[in-house]
């Protein structure tokens, strides 16, 4: 069965979606949007190299690291001290 509903576009459709995170070295950094673009494309830079050890990239760059709350922490967060 085919639909009955007409079949419309959206009114804006972006041209280009750019990625927020970057993994070199099994660690994951922020790049775009709230990154400067010069940081961006140093980390790019790196993670091109088939060689680049963690302990490679500088330390003005590991400021942009993702690092995830530990899992007790969050759950900590979410639940309520007062009865």
Known sequence: MTSQLPNMKPDHIPQDVKPDII???????RINYD????????????FER????????PDDLKAYEVHDQPKNETEAAGSSSAR
């Open 23 to 29: 993994s070199i070295d099994s660690h994951r950094f």
């Open 35 to 46: 990154v400067p673009p010069q940081i961006t494309d140093r980390l790019y830079d790196l």
């Open 50 to 57: 088939d060689d680049i050890k963690y302990e490679d990239i």
